[in-house]
């Protein structure tokens, strides 16, 4: 099979991308701990586009400065001023520089999926009202199983009867659950937290306005630091998507109660975010196809969220599923499985849709030819292969290392620990390797190769 579809260019907004292939946001903690940008952070993400990939979206960074953004537990990249905007616009031009485009992903903040920060631990997270989230280990996929049973090896007969009966009933799993979250507090305590999390307080309208706000001043700032577009990080069940979703929003004034004023955050988001940057710039936003949970946020009314959206100013959509609360469905093991509501989105929305969960060229190449959509994305796949583009287009598709849908990068993350791979050895220290140094971009290299060429062969003084 022949995979020239992957590879032709791509306009959105005002940027031309240089093929079909996005590497996913995901958030891999590889700032520093106060969130600002760093080394690995750098390097990370030059792998990537110097295996090919035409776009990077960057894990989400959140503009709250406030404590009860919600969001300190897993450490995520931050641009509330300035200082943050240093580091960001040496990201933008690193990724620049090793050839491929760079969209960058922004937050107001976690809200109930969130916690309490370190520095504020009697603060609780805002969201829309307060509900803390519960997760649902009956949601749990063979990836999430096997971190577990990592874990807990004492568990691994009840997970794997959980694994085994996902329909057991409510009564069922309620026994089940107590041996489980007596046994996981001896391990790690701190991974109760992520499974109940607190209560959240509820946000007030002017936190609501000045977020509103917040989102658009650092839109337009991330595109004066170097950015080629902003995306809204909107998905699988952080702040914006929690306003959206009935579930999590019972809110009873122009914030809450139908689907118009649920999305009323994001819609202002999205209309005060153009008023700044104009009607070329690219701004795009991440939504959950479907939130797959009782009560929640469903595919029809995703739709209509997406048109409503596409009319104040969107540019693109990107899809995902799910939530925390269904962790199976926000990483799932299929093969383009989330491609099922990318048809939806672009009827719904006339726009570019850029779709998740690919990990062979011949899915990809086939969502893109018969029109699924436009642009395909790598996510644990690309942590797997920084150089998948670069294979699939050299016809080495056999040297291809396949993720295994194993969730380690994800329970790494949830365990508060450095982010690695079970099939990548490099990832996560990208940073020592010298090919992805911004001296040895191809963009910079020849320059330097000059420059000290001239200073050849002078005397030490």
């Given at each position: 099979m022949t995979y020239e579809a992957l590879f032709e260019p791509i306009t959105i907004g005002d940027v031309e991308i240089k093929n079909r292939i996005a590497m996913a946001p995901m958030n891999m903690v590889y700032s520093d701990p106060e969130g600002y940008n760093s080394e690995q952070w750098l390097a990370w993400y030059a792998a990537r586009a110097k295996g090919g990939f035409g776009l990077i979206i960057t894990d989400c960074v959140v503009v709250n400065p406030y404590y009860w953004r919600g969001s300190d537990h897993v450490n995520p990249h931050l641009f509330t001023d300035e200082r943050y905007g240093r580091g960001l616009g040496v990201l933008a031009d690193h990724i620049h520089a090793f050839g491929a485009k760079v969209f960058i992903q922004l937050s107001p903040g976690f809200g109930r999926q969130g916690h309490a920060s370190s520095a504020s631990p009697h603060e609780a997270p805002a969201a829309p009202s307060a509900i803390p989230i519960r997760i649902d280990l009956r949601n749990l996929n063979k990836g999430w199983v096997k971190q577990v049973k990592r874990l807990s090896p004492q568990l691994a007969p009840a997970i794997g009867a959980l694994a085994d009966q996902q329909a057991m009933s409510d009564e069922q799993y309620a026994r089940l659950e107590e041996v489980l979250i007596e046994a996981v507090s001896k391990t790690d305590p701190q991974l109760i937290k992520v499974v109940f999390g607190e209560v959240p307080r509820e946000i007030t309208v002017p936190e609501i306005f000045f977020l509103e706000e917040k989102m658009a001043e650092m839109s337009a700032e991330a595109l004066r630091y170097g950015f080629d577009g902003v995306e809204i990080h909107s998905p699988h069940g952080y702040l914006?998507?929690?306003?959206?979703?009935?579930?999590?929003?019972?809110?009873?004034?122009?914030?809450?109660?139908?689907?118009?004023?649920?999305?009323?955050?994001?819609?202002?988001?999205?209309?005060?975010?153009?008023?700044?940057?104009?009607?070329?710039?690219?701004?795009?936003?991440?939504?959950?196809?479907?939130?797959?949970?009782?009560?929640?946020?469903?595919?029809?009314?995703?739709?209509?969220?997406?048109?409503?959206?596409?009319?104040?100013?969107?540019?693109?959509?990107?899809?995902?599923?799910?939530?925390?609360?269904?962790?199976?469905?926000?990483?799932?093991?299929?093969?383009?499985?989330m491609l099922k509501y990318a048809p939806g989105f672009k009827e719904a929305s006339g726009l570019p849709v850029v779709t998740p969960t690919f990990r062979t060229p011949k899915s990809a190449a086939a969502a893109i030819s018969e029109g699924k959509t436009d642009v395909v994305a790598l996510g644990r796949q690309a942590t797997a292969d920084p150089f998948w583009p670069a294979k699939v287009k050299s016809g080495r598709e056999k040297d291809i290392v396949k993720c295994i849908r194993c969730n380690l990068c994800f329970m790494n993350?949830?365990?508060?620990?450095?982010?690695?791979?079970?099939?990548?050895?490099?990832?996560?220290?990208?940073?020592?390797?010298?090919?992805?140094?911004?001296?040895?971009?191809?963009?910079?290299?020849?320059?330097?190769?000059?420059?000290?060429?001239?200073?050849?062969?002078?005397?030490?003084?």
């Open positions: 914006i998507h929690q306003f959206l979703s009935k579930r999590s929003n019972k809110r009873t004034d122009e914030y809450g109660g139908p689907l118009e004023n649920r999305a009323r955050f994001l819609l202002n988001m999205i209309r005060k975010i153009r008023e700044r940057i104009g009607p070329d710039r690219v701004l795009g936003a991440r939504f959950s196809g479907d939130e797959l949970m009782p009560d929640g946020i469903t595919n029809d009314e995703m739709r209509e969220v997406v048109a409503m959206a596409s009319k104040e100013g969107l540019s693109y959509v990107d899809i995902s599923q799910g939530c925390y609360e269904n962790p199976g469905a926000f990483a799932p093991d299929g093969e383009g499985e993350l949830f365990e508060h620990k450095w982010l690695r791979c079970e099939v990548n050895p490099t990832a996560g220290l990208e940073r020592y390797m010298p090919e992805l140094w911004r001296l040895s971009a191809p963009a910079v290299k020849d320059k330097v190769k000059k420059f000290m060429d001239r200073a050849e062969g002078l005397p030490l003084i």
